[in-house]
T-cell receptor
Framework: AQSVSQHNHHVILSEAASLELGCNYS??????LFWYVQYPGQHLQLLLK??????LVKGIKGFEAEFIKSKFSFNLRKPSVQWSDTAEYFC???????????FGKGTMLLVSP | EPEVTQTPSHQVTQMGQEVILRCVPI?????FYWYRQILGQKVEFLVS????????KSEIFDDQFSVERPDGSNFTLKIRSTKLEDSAMYFC?????????FGPGTRLTVT
C-alpha cells in the first residue's frame, strides 16, 4: 500500500542553522509531491509542490525541495532558518489515479533564537 | 486572498450525539475534501466531493459519516452518532489546479 514517511518527528535548531527534513514515499507510479506548514494556531499552508519538470522546486519563505525519483524522496531544505520558521511541517503525496493527499506524520521544528 | 473557512473552531459533544461541521470552500473551486487528524497521528483523508457527489472515500468514512453541499457555498460533514474515537481535528480543503487549500480546522471533542 502507498505510504509516506517523515524521518524526524522533532527537530531543534538554532537560528541561522541549515535545515533538511526528510520525506519518503512508497509507490512505483507517478506522484505529485507537496510540503505543507502549520504555524502555531494556524491552518495548513502550502510551502511548495512538485508536479513535473525540474526536480528542484523553490517555495515560499526561502524553502526548497528536491525530488529524487530513484530514492522516492522529497526532502525539504532551507539554508538558514529563522525563529519564525517554528512550526510543524507535513510532507504529502498525491498518488496517480487518486485526487487525495496522503500525509506523513509531520515534523515539529523548533528554532531557538 | 480567498481562504477556506470552517465553523465552529471547537465543538464539544456527548457520545451518541450528531454533529455537523461546516466549511465554506473558496468560490469557483470544484473539488472539496474532508481530512481529520487525531491528536499525535497523521492527517488522514476522509472523503472527496465533486459535482455534488462523493468521488472517493476512505475506510474511515463509514455509514456514520455523510457530506453535503446544501447550497452554493457550504460544504458540511455530518457525524450521525459520535464516538469517543471521533475526537480529532477536522480539516476541510478545496482544490484548484491540483493544489488543495485547507481551512483552519474544527477541533471536535467527544465526551
Amino acid at each position: 500500500a502507498q505510504s509516506v514517511s517523515q524521518h524526524n518527528h522533532h527537530v531543534i535548531l538554532s537560528e541561522a542553522a541549515s535545515l533538511e527534513l526528510g520525506c519518503n514515499y512508497s509507490y512505483g507510479g507517478t506522484v505529485n509531491l507537496f510540503w505543507y506548514v502549520q504555524y502555531p494556531g494556524q491552518h495548513l499552508q502550502l510551502l511548495l509542490k512538485y508536479f513535473s519538470g525540474d526536480p528542484l522546486v523553490k517555495g515560499i519563505k526561502g524553502f526548497e525541495a528536491e525530488f529524487i525519483k530513484s530514492k522516492f524522496s522529497f526532502n525539504l531544505r532551507k539554508p538558514s532558518v529563522q525563529w519564525s520558521d517554528t512550526a510543524e511541517y507535513f510532507c504529502a503525496v498525491m498518488f496517480s489515479g487518486y485526487s487525495t493527499l496522503t500525509f506523513g506524520k509531520g515534523t515539529m521544528l523548533l528554532v531557538s533564537p | 486572498e480567498p481562504e477556506v473557512t470552517q465553523t465552529p473552531s471547537h465543538q464539544v459533544t456527548q457520545m451518541g450525539q450528531e454533529v455537523i461541521l461546516r466549511c465554506v470552500p473558496i468560490s469557483n473551486h470544484l473539488y472539496f475534501y474532508w481530512y481529520r487528524q487525531i491528536l499525535g497521528q497523521k492527517v488522514e483523508f476522509l472523503v472527496s466531493f465533486y459535482n455534488n457527489e462523493i468521488s472517493e472515500k476512505s475506510e474511515i468514512f463509514d455509514d456514520q459519516f455523510s457530506v453535503e453541499r446544501p447550497d452554493g457555498s457550504n460544504f458540511t460533514l455530518k457525524i450521525r452518532s459520535t464516538k469517543l474515537e471521533d475526537s480529532a481535528m477536522y480539516f476541510c480543503a478545496s482544490e484548484t489546479d491540483g493544489e488543495q487549500y485547507f481551512g483552519p480546522g474544527t477541533r471536535l471533542t467527544v465526551t
